[in-house]
C-alpha cells in the first residue's frame, strides 16, 4: 500500500470505481494547504458524512491542527473513544445496548464484535492500534458543555466584553458584532427583533457601542444598569424618554434580569471563559481538538451560543498574521437553520464573514449538513473542496447542482452538469464525490475507516464519564480575588474615631484636617487623585478611602541583539506609614488602574483615614520620585525567550505557550515552503531519469530483437553451406567457400549483437541505479526536514533586559487614595479591582 504518513497531506479515503463498485489502490491523500479555502460535506443519513469528517478531523490532529467543533447533534464527542489496544473491555462501556439486543448477542458478546470490526477494518486501511495512540499523543481531545456541568462548563460573562481594536477600527465589522450579539441576547428572552425597526435592539447597539468604541467591557449586570439608565441621552435626534420611555425600559431590563436571575442560568456564568486561543491549545501550548456539544440546549440557546462562538473566532482570527498554511480548523456538523438562504439569523453574518476572510489567515473552515435545499449557496461559493455522498430526493440533488455549479463559476473551475448529475445517481454508503477546485477533476472516493469508534450520539451521561477524568487533570479557572484585608495600622474601624475623619474638626485646618465632604484640605502644591470604585455598592457598607503614594512611569527596554525596542507603563502603589522611612517601594503592589483611570474627586458619601503629615509636603513627593526611579531600575526587567534551534525570540507580551505556538506556525510555513522546494528540486530530475530508463530499456529491446534476426539469418546461411558440401554432386567449389565465409561473419555478427544487448541492459541497470540513488537522496532530504527539533519539545532560553535610569520617564509621583468597601462591623474589602 503507498505510504500515507507524509507531510502536510490528510488520508481520507481511496479512489472508487463506480462501475465495478470496488476501491481502487490509490490513495486520496488531501493537501492540508487546500483547506484553507474551506470545505462543505453534504450527504442524507447513512451516507457516512460524519465518519468521513471525523477522520478529516483526526489526520488534522496528527498533523499539530487545533480545531474548534461545534456539534449540534451529539455525535462528535465520539472522537474521544479511541482505544489503542482495541479490547474488546474498552468498547464494552460505550456499545448501544439495544443494538445488541436486535442482534441477539450478550452485551460483551457485542463489544467484542465491535472491537473485532474495528481491528479489522483499521488493518484493512493500513492502520492499526499504534496509529490510534499517535493520534492521541498529537493532541488533546476535550468537551466543552455551555449551559451544563457534564463537560467542561463555558462561561459568558466576558461574552460582552470590548472586542479587540482592531475589529473596533473596522466599522463594518464592529456594526456586524454588535448586530450579533444583540439579536443573539434578545432571541435568548423570546423576542425576535428586527436591527431596524426594534427599538430594544436599537436600544442596546447603541449601549454596546457606545462601551466598546470606548474600550470599556460589559457583562449583564451592567447591561441591565445601563438599560435603566443609559449612557446618551438621545437615540439619532430623538429624545431617549420619547424614543423609549424609562418605564418601558425597565420591562426591558427586568425581562434580561429574569433571565440572570433564572436558576438554570448560573451554568452559564461558570467554567472557562470563551477565549479562543485557550480553547485551541492547551496550557502547554498542544494543540486541541475542541468539542462544542450544544445537542442540549434550546433552539434559542444554541443560536445565542453559536453566534457568540463565531463572532469569538473572527475577533481571534484578526488579530493573527497572515499564512497560506493551514493553522486552525473550524468545523459545524449541521449547518441546518444556521446559514439560510435568505433569513439572516445572528449565527449568518459572522459565519459568512469568516468564509470569506479566514482563508488570509490560516483557518480553514468545514461544514456539513444533510439538508442541502435550505443552504446560502451564494455564501458557500466561498469553499473550494465539496464532498458528496448519497441524497435523498431530485430536489436535494437539483438543489446542490445549482449550488456546486455557482461554486464553480466563483472559483473560476469547469463544471459538467451531466456528468455531475450521474455520478451523484451512483453514490453509496461511505462513497463521495470529491470536487476539491485545486485539482484537475472531480473524484469518487470510498472514505477511510476512522479510528474513533462511532456509535453514534453520546449523551450528558456519558459526556460527564469521559470528560471527569480530563477536567480533574486541568488546571482549575482562576477564581475571582478574596477580599484582602487592610493592614492593621492603616485601616479604620467603621465607627468614627481620630483616625477615620468625616466632619472638620473646629482646630486650624491642616492636612490632616478634612473639608465638609471629608476630602482632606491639603496645600495647593500637593495634587490628590482618587482611584474610582468599582461595581455597585454592598448594602449596609461606607466608602472609605485610604492614602498610597501611586507612581506611573514609562519604561523603555531596548537590546540590539533580540530587535527589542519596547514600552512598558508601569503603576504601582505603596502605603504612607508613620515610620522612620514612610515610603518604601520594595513594598509596592502592581496597580491594575492607570492615570486615565484616577478622578480628582471622590464619590460621595464616603470617609478618610488619617494622612501622615508627611504626605503634607510637596518636597517628600520629590524625593520618593527619585527613590521610585531607582526602585524601577533595579527591579524591572522585560524577559523573553529565544529559540536557540530556530534563532527567533518572543514578542513583547508574549507568553511561551504563545511564543511556542508562533514558532511552530513559523515552522510549519517553513516546511511547507521548503518540502515544495524539495518537490521542485527532484521532480525535473526524476522525469528526466525516469525518461532515460525508458530509453534505455527501448534499445535493450531493439538490440535483442536485432539478435534474434541476425541468429535466424546465420543458421540459415551456414544450413545452406552444409547440405550444399555434403549433398552437392561436385567437389566443393568457390561459392561453397565463399558461402562458408559469408556464414562465419553472421556468427560474428551475433556475437556483436549480443554484446550490444549487455551493454544496453548495463546502460538500464546504471540509469535505474542512478534513479534509486536520486530517490534515496530526495526521502532523506524529507526525513531530515520531518526530524527537526519540535518547537513545542525544545528547550528555550530566557533572557532578561534591564532598563537603563535614562530610558525611565516618570509621569507621576503623587497621593491617590484607594477605596475599600466597610462593613459595619469594620471589615474592608478593596473596592477598586
Not at 423576542?191 to 449583564?220: C, F, M, V, Y
Not at 435603566?228 to 420611555?245: A, N
Not at 541468429?711 to 552437392?728: D, H, K
Amino acid at each position: 500500500m503507498e505510504d500515507f504518513e507524509k507531510l502536510g497531506v490528510f488520508y481520507i479515503g481511496r479512489e472508487y470505481d463506480l462501475k465495478s463498485k470496488k476501491s481502487g489502490e490509490r490513495l486520496i491523500l488531501y493537501d492540508s494547504k487546500d483547506m484553507v479555502t474551506h470545505g462543505v460535506c453534504v450527504g442524507m443519513t447513512g451516507s457516512g458524512k460524519t465518519g468521513l469528517c471525523i477522520g478529516i478531523l483526526e489526520e488534522a490532529a496528527i498533523d499539530g491542527i487545533p480545531a474548534i467543533i461545534i456539534d449540534p447533534k451529539g455525535d462528535m464527542p465520539n472522537m474521544l473513544l479511541t482505544f489503542p489496544q482495541l479490547r474488546p473491555e474498552d468498547f464494552a462501556p460505550w456499545i448501544n445496548e439495544d443494538d445488541a439486543r436486535r442482534k441477539g448477542l450478550s452485551p460483551q458478546d457485542f463489544a467484542a464484535k465491535q472491537a473485532d470490526t474495528w481491528k479489522k477494518g483499521l488493518e484493512s486501511w493500513g492502520q492499526s492500534g499504534d496509529r490510534i495512540s499517535r493520534l492521541k499523543q498529537a493532541a488533546d481531545f476535550v468537551i466543552y458543555t455551555p449551559g451544563s456541568t457534564a463537560g467542561i462548563p463555558i462561561s459568558i460573562l466576558k461574552s460582552f466584553a470590548a472586542p479587540p481594536p482592531a475589529l473596533i477600527e473596522d466599522s463594518e465589522l464592529l456594526r456586524d458584532r454588535i448586530t450579533s450579539t444583540v439579536t443573539s441576547l434578545l432571541g435568548l428572552v423570546g423576542k425576535d427583533a428586527d436591527p431596524i425597526k426594534s427599538k430594544e435592539h436599537i436600544l442596546i447597539s447603541t449601549i454596546l457601542d457606545n462601551a466598546w468604541r470606548q474600550g470599556r467591557d460589559l457583562d449583564l449586570p451592567a447591561l441591565i444598569q445601563q438599560i435603566q439608565t443609559p449612557p446618551v441621552t438621545r437615540i439619532g435626534v430623538i429624545d431617549l424618554d420619547s424614543f423609549y420611555p424609562a418605564k418601558d425600559r425597565f420591562e426591558l431590563a427586568m425581562l434580561i434580569n429574569n433571565l440572570l436571575a433564572a436558576p438554570g442560568f448560573s451554568a452559564w456564568l461558570e467554567g472557562e471563559a470563551l477565549d479562543i486561543g485557550q480553547i485551541l491549545y492547551s496550557p502547554s501550548g498542544k494543540p486541541r481538538m475542541s468539542i462544542f456539544s450544544i445537542a442540549h440546549l434550546s433552539d434559542p440557546e444554541r443560536m445565542f451560543f453559536v453566534s457568540l462562538l463565531l463572532n469569538q473566532i473572527l475577533a481571534w482570527m484578526r488579530q493573527q498574521s497572515g499564512t497560506t498554511s493551514l493553522r486552525a480548523m473550524l468545523y459545524m456538523d449541521e449547518i441546518f437553520g444556521y446559514f439560510p438562504p435568505v433569513s439572516n439569523p445572528p449565527s449568518k453574518q459572522p459565519l459568512l464573514t469568516l468564509l470569506k476572510q479566514a482563508r488570509a489567515y490560516g483557518v480553514g473552515i468545514l461544514l456539513a449538513t444533510q439538508n442541502p435545499v435550505d443552504l446560502d449557496y451564494k455564501g458557500l461559493a466561498n469553499c473550494g473542496t465539496w464532498l458528496i455522498g448519497r441524497l435523498q430526493t431530485e430536489r436535494d440533488k437539483g438543489r446542490l447542482l445549482e449550488g456546486l455549479e455557482g461554486a464553480s463559476a466563483t472559483q473560476g473551475a469547469k463544471f459538467d452538469r451531466q456528468a455531475m448529475e450521474q455520478t451523484l445517481a451512483g453514490l453509496g454508503s461511505r462513497i463521495f464525490l470529491m470536487n476539491n477546485v485545486h485539482n484537475d477533476a472531480p473524484t469518487v472516493i470510498e472514505s477511510r475507516w476512522c479510528m474513533s469508534y462511532l456509535p453514534g450520539p453520546l449523551t450528558r451521561t456519558q459526556i460527564k464519564v469521559l470528560m471527569d477524568p480530563i477536567k480533574a487533570q486541568m488546571p482549575k479557572p482562576a477564581a475571582a480575588a478574596a477580599p484582602q484585608a487592610v493592614p492593621a495600622n492603616a485601616a479604620a474601624p467603621a465607627v468614627p474615631s481620630a483616625r477615620v475623619m468625616q466632619t472638620p474638626e473646629p482646630s486650624t485646618p491642616s492636612s490632616s484636617t478634612v473639608g465638609s465632604s471629608g476630602r482632606p484640605v491639603l496645600p495647593p502644591d500637593v495634587p490628590q487623585y482618587f482611584v474610582p470604585a468599582r461595581g455597585s455598592r454592598p448594602a449596609g457598607n461606607s466608602l472609605l478611602y485610604k492614602p498610597v503614594v501611586f507612581g506611573a512611569a514609562q519604561v523603555n527596554f531596548t537590546d540590539a541583539k533580540s530587535g527589542i525596542d519596547t514600552q512598558d507603563d508601569s503603576t504601582s502603589f505603596t502605603e504612607i506609614t508613620d515610620d522612620p522611612v514612610p515610603v518604601n517601594w520594595d513594598n509596592a503592589q502592581d496597580a491594575d488602574f492607570s492615570i486615565s483611570d484616577l478622578e480628582k474627586a471622590p464619590q460621595d458619601p464616603s470617609q478618610f483615614t488619617a494622612l501622615p503629615a508627611v504626605a503634607g509636603k510637596a518636597r517628600s513627593y520629590d524625593t520618593w520620585g527619585k527613590a521610585y526611579v531607582t526602585w524601577i531600575y533595579g527591579s524591572k526587567k522585560f524577559e523573553l525567550f529565544k529559540s536557540p534551534t530556530y534563532k527567533q525570540f518572543s514578542k513583547p507580551g508574549e507568553s511561551e505557550r504563545d511564543f511556542r505556538i508562533r514558532l511552530a506556525q513559523a515552522v510549519r510555513e517553513q516546511r511547507d515552503d521548503m518540502m515544495e522546494k524539495l518537490r521542485q528540486k527532484y521532480q525535473a530530475k526524476i522525469n528526466t531519469l525516469n525518461e532515460r530508463v525508458r530509453t534505455a530499456q527501448q534499445a535493450v529491446d531493439r538490440e535483442a530483437e536485432q539478435k534474434k534476426q541476425q541468429t535466424m539469418q546465420t543458421v540459415i546461411s551456414v544450413g545452406s553451406t552444409i547440405l550444399g558440401a555434403f549433398l552437392g554432386s561436385k567437389a566443393l567449389g568457390t561459392g561453397t567457400v565463399g558461402r562458408a565465409t559469408t556464414a562465419a561473419r553472421s556468427a560474428g555478427r551475433i556475437m556483436k549483437e549480443g554484446q550490444d544487448v549487455e551493454r544496453a541492459k548495463e546502460t538500464v541497470a546504471a540509469r535505474q541505479q542512478t534513479l534509486d540513488e536520486i530517490e534515496k537522496e530526495f526521502k532523506a532530504e524529507t526525513d531530515e526536514l520531518a526530524a527537526k527539533t519540535d518547537p513545542a519539545t525544545e528547550e528555550l532560553q530566557k533572557i532578561s533586559i534591564r532598563p537603563a535610569k535614562k530610558d525611565i520617564v516618570v509621569k507621576l509621583v503623587g497621593l491617590a487614595w484607594l477605596p475599600y468597601w466597610q462593613t459595619p462591623d469594620g471589615k474592608l474589602t478593596p473596592a477598586w479591582q
